[in-house]
T-cell receptor
Framework: DAGVIQSPRHEVTEMGQEVTLRCKPI?????LFWYRQTMMRGLELLIY????????DSGMPEDRFSAKMPNASFSTLKIQPSEPRDSAVYFC????????????FGPGTRLTVT | DAKTTQPNSMESNEEEPVHLPCNHS???????IHWYRQLPSQGPEYVIH???SNVNNRMASLAIAEDRKSSTLILHRATLRDAAVYYC?????????????????FGQGTILTVHP
């Protein structure tokens, strides 16, 4: 298995631009998580999907952030418009909730907003 | 959220055992103790988890105090590849949208340095 796949690995954009991060979870997993990691705040959960449905989005910072999961093999995290304070590493993780306690993390997308 | 307390950093020599402590005095009866680690420039990686009894797997051992208010992750023979940030997390069951799920709340972790 290829593991969790994220793209792009690096993204540099200007303030005000739309940014879309992509994630392909491990096949067969029914849960997907988006996290953000910064030096100041550490690793934070942004949103959790179960069976493609957003279950807990209490960690989404504001309306500029949105996430979708149109099918079991694909999810996006969109920031529109982006701001310099959104600069961080964004991780996607997947798991098979109910039978496994392990979350499998992708390699992350390093976002820089100038 | 139940909180954990870990030392900011620890050092070890290669091929020696490492004991990484974690305090979680406010743990509830249903909280699982999870350990993840994050190698440089990578995403976190699951290491081990337990509830009450000590646990062993190919990566590490987890020793849980009888009162569950503390635990220790044991790396039996540290290698240079074990240099990472180690996170001790209490996985609590959350109810949201009519579903229960295990939420991981990451703290600052312990930076482990392994010397050759």
């Amino acid at each position: 298995d290829a593991g969790v796949i994220q793209s792009p690995r690096h993204e540099v954009t200007e303030m005000g631009q739309e940014v879309t991060l992509r994630c392909k979870p491990i096949s067969g997993h029914n849960s997907l998580f988006w996290y953000r990691q910064t030096m100041m705040r550490g690793l934070e959960l942004l949103i959790y999907f179960n069976n493609n449905v957003p279950i807990d989005d209490s960690g989404m910072p504001e309306d500029r952030f949105s996430a979708k999961m149109p099918n079991a093999s694909f999810s996006t995290l969109k920031i529109q418009p982006s701001e310099p304070r959104d600069s961080a590493v964004y991780f996607c993780a997947s798991s098979f909730e109910r039978s496994s306690y392990e979350q499998y993390f992708g390699p992350g997308t390093r976002l820089t907003v100038t | 959220d139940a909180k954990t307390t870990q030392p900011n950093s620890m050092e070890s020599n290669e091929e020696e055992p490492v004991h990484l402590p974690c305090n979680h005095s406010t743990i509830s009866g249903t909280d699982y103790i999870h350990w993840y680690r994050q190698l440089p420039s990578q995403g976190p990686e699951y290491v081990i988890h337990g509830l009450t009894s000590n646990v062993n797997n190919r990566m590490a051992s987890l020793a849980i105090a009888e009162d569950r208010k503390s635990s220790t992750l044991i790396l039996h023979r540290a290698t240079l590849r074990d240099a990472a940030v180690y996170y001790c997390i209490l996985r609590d069951l959350r109810k949201a949208g009519g579903t229960s799920y295990g939420k991981l709340t990451f703290g600052q972790g312990t930076i482990l340095t392994v010397h050759p």
